[in-house]
């Protein structure tokens, strides 16, 4: 019989713990297979965040760190630069990369860390109870911006794709969805653009994930990715901003 | 090997890169800023990493990656700096990584100033960071003594899976002494060591799917498993406590009228009005302490002799390695303080001055 369709070899045969309708084991998913398609298995370790995604070391099939809140692109340089044989990547929300984490962010973006970094953007703390992050839409209501995000008071949503766009180092830095089958391929694509560069050394990669939050937005799953289509797409725009390797010549 | 004469700063940085130290990640301040120079100008000429970080916060964490794969990697900084740092070292404790801390301390509390001082022994010693962890801290006096404690912070952090500090403050940083360098770490002994980091830490794998998983995490959520790695760490401190105690015994013998007990910069004062003091005839001890944690409390009880009228404590603060002499001495004398605060060091005189009114 002809297996089709099966678990990704670098994701461990666990349960998510991720709430029902989250769209995180779809990432964890898609950057397993671009791990399995460039054979980095055995070479590859990441970094889990603080945030919902804090359990990301139960999940992925090799060795991985867990990291202060904000700080996995330090830990995760200084994992590269100790073990410049393995290829590395974080994995973080918008409260971790967006917030607390942002001086981290930036300078090892600016560095040119070889690692990859998954940003995880669903408008919101997800873990500690739904709080507004940096990325909350303006007038949205979270449990810390009751009456919604008065941008006057707290200021607009940070659009970080395109904040490390304007650094000179990045090699590349993309935006995705994650809210349609379509969205979806289409994301699998930059996410193996990404662990491909990391592969071959390139320089520092960035993929940002728009996401939904079912639970803590309190709007059921399906309707959540409508939801994040009508108000979130508009402001955090799909698109590639930077990649280098699309104007030099792939050897 | 011939004596070369160095800044306590550099001293310390070239014998960390003669230890095997090959990453090394850190943000300017004074008085440590000669480290930082020192490791940026010779690391690239060893092949190793090093790295201005963006901060404190980040290069303690970067400390914690490349620990986490079992390599050799330090962090230097000042007071200020180290505070930045200590959540990072209640991780490295917490997931058990060996990794090495210079505080090269200065006046504070605040911004402060740039003098030296010893005021973070309480941080160094009773936490700074959350957690019930513990974080082995020597304590140099010369600059002699700095350089070669590199070298045994990073077998001590290698041997026990913990985070090492060096509680040296702005004199042993700034002042130039003459130096020997302990012969190079082989590179075997070097090998031997990451070798034996193999079995936990980030590296290929080259087992395939029967090698289990290496995880660097110090988050456990049941509490029952929490409690188990937390008293497992208690029995490490505990064993620590037994085998890994430091102290020098300066003059101490049955005819000792006083006691002193002093550590790093203040002790080498101590012990120049303990000789004035000689020379008119007293005899006057002094128990300095090497490893500020684990204390030598035993050492500090055994020197209390028959003829010890007080026990005095000379500190660059406020009195805060007073608390652990008061429970080394636990009443059976009366225990008196010395110190000098922002940045003001003492004279052998002030010293003897206070010595002679007890006297």
Not at chain 2, 94 to 122: H, K, M, T, W
């Amino acid at each position: 019989m002809e297996v089709i369709a099966k678990r990704p070899d670098s994701l461990r045969d666990v349960q998510f713990t991720y709430c029902p309708g989250c769209l995180h084991g779809v990432a964890h998913r898609l950057i397993a297979e671009a791990i399995d398609e460039m054979g980095l298995k055995n070479q590859m370790t990441g970094v889990a965040p603080v945030g919902c995604s804090v359990f990301a070391y139960m999940f992925f099939d090799f060795d991985m760190a867990q990291a202060a809140h904000g700080r996995a692109p330090a830990v995760a340089t200084g994992m590269k630069r100790a073990r410049p044989d393995m290829h590395v990547f974080t994995y973080q929300g918008d409260g971790d990369l967006a917030a607390i984490g942002t001086a981290e962010i930036i300078h090892a973006a600016n560095r040119g860390e070889h690692i990859s970094v998954f940003f995880v953007n669903n408008a919101i703390y997800g873990m500690t109870g739904g709080q507004m992050a940096p990325t909350t839409l303006p007038n949205m209501k979270t449990t810390t911006s009751p009456y919604g995000r008065k941008v006057e008071d707290v200021g607009y949503p940070i659009r970080v794709a395109e904040l490390l766009s304007t650094l000179v180092a990045p090699y590349y830095v993309e935006r995705v969805s994650l809210l349609t089958p379509a969205d979806i391929i289409k994301a699998k694509k930059a996410v193996a653009k990404a662990i491909k560069y990391n592969k071959e050394e390139r320089g520092f990669t960035f993929v940002e994930f728009i996401s939904t939050c079912p639970t803590n937005w309190g709007i059921d799953p399906l309707k959540s990715r409508e939801w994040a289509k009508e108000n979130m797409l508009p402001f955090f725009k799909v698109g590639c901003f930077v990649d280098k390797g699309n104007t030099e010549e792939v050897k | 090997m011939a004596k070369v004469l160095m800044k306590g700063n550099e001293a310390v940085a070239e014998a960390a890169i003669r230890s095997g130290c090959r990453l090394y990640f850190a943000y300017p301040i004074t008085p440590q800023s000669e480290l930082i120079e020192y490791m940026a100008k010779k690391m690239p000429l060893v092949n190793g990493t090093f790295l201005q970080a963006e901060s404190e916060v980040a290069a303690i964490n970067m400390v914690y990656g490349a620990a986490g794969t079992g390599k050799r990697v330090m962090t230097s900084s000042s007071s200020p700096g180290i505070s930045l740092k200590m959540e990072g070292i209640s991780y490295i404790a917490g997931a058990e990584l060996p990794a090495v801390i210079i505080n090269v301390q200065r006046g504070g509390p605040g911004l402060g100033d740039i003098q030296p001082s010893q005021a973070d022994y309480f941080q160094a010693t009773k936490g700074g960071g959350h957690g019930d962890y513990r974080l082995i801290v020597l304590a140099p006096s010369s600059v002699q003594e700095f350089a070669d404690m590199a070298g045994e912070a990073f077998d001590l952090a290698d041997k026990y899976r913990n985070p090492v500090m060096i509680l040296a403050d702005g004199m042993l940083g700034q002042m130039m002494e003459p130096v020997e360098f302990k012969e190079d770490k082989s590179a075997e002994e070097l090998r031997d060591i990451e070798h034996k980091h193999e079995s936990w830490c980030i590296c290929p794998n080259v087992d395939g799917p029967s090698r289990h998983h290496h995880e660097i995490n110090s988050l456990e959520l049941d509490p029952k498993v929490l409690e188990k790695h937390v008293n497992e760490l208690g029995q490490k401190y505990d064993y620590i406590e037994k085998h890994e105690v430091r102290h020098e015994a300066y003059n101490v013998s049955d005819d000792n009228e006083i006691l002193c007990v002093a550590f790093g910069t203040a002790s080498r004062i101590v012990k120049s009005a303990i000789n004035d003091l000689k020379d008119e005839g007293r005899s006057i001890g002094l128990i300095r302490p090497v490893t500020c944690w684990p204390y030598p409390y035993e050492a500090v009880t055994n020197a209390i002799g028959k003829n010890v009228k007080k026990v005095i404590v000379f500190e660059l603060n406020l009195g805060q390695m007073l608390d652990d002499v008061k429970i080394a001495v636990n009443g059976k004398v009366p225990v008196d303080f010395f110190g000098k605060v922002g940045g003001i060091v003492f004279t052998p005189d002030e010293v003897k001055q206070k010595i002679e009114e007890i006297l």
